[in-house]
């Protein structure tokens, strides 16, 4: 079983940017698909980046050209860094992994997952 570890959240002002970290255990995190959620309070969990094994990466209208997604496997590790931070930006962010090499943006479709670490900004 996969474990992952999020760190890098915290506060910033509007405008600024945060890279967040998932640590990940086990041999197998170089074959699986990586993605980022993030759950704003009284919202869905929503998909905010996705890598493949390769690198190849996806992202959705709202965070595409702020955000960018990439991985080293030889750290076990994803990066979510985020420029132009927005205050609906705010939530706290999941990192989680599917036993697949493409990337979904259904939360379902994931096998495991981190315990979440907060993003907040500032007006």
């Known amino acids: 079983q996969v474990q992952l570890v999020e760190s890098g959240g915290g506060l910033v002002q509007a405008g600024g940017s945060l890279r967040l970290s998932c640590a990940a255990s086990?041999?197998?995190?170089?074959?699986?698909?990586m993605g980022w959620f993030r759950q704003a309070p009284g919202k869905e969990r929503e998909f905010v980046a996705g890598?493949?094994?390769?690198?190849?990466?996806v992202y959705p209208d709202s965070v595409k050209g702020r955000f960018t997604i990439s991985r080293d496997n030889t750290k076990n590790t994803v990066y979510l860094q985020m420029n132009n931070l927005k205050p609906e930006d705010t939530a706290v962010y999941y990192c989680?992994?599917?036993?697949?090499?493409?990337?979904?943006?259904?939360?379902?479709?994931?096998?495991?997952w981190g315990q979440g670490t907060q993003v907040t900004v500032s007006s």
């Open positions: 890598i493949t094994r390769d690198g190849g990466s």
């Open positions: 086990g041999r197998t995190f170089s074959s699986h698909a």
């Open positions: 989680a992994g599917r036993s697949d090499r493409w990337v979904s943006r259904t939360r379902r479709e994931y096998d495991y």
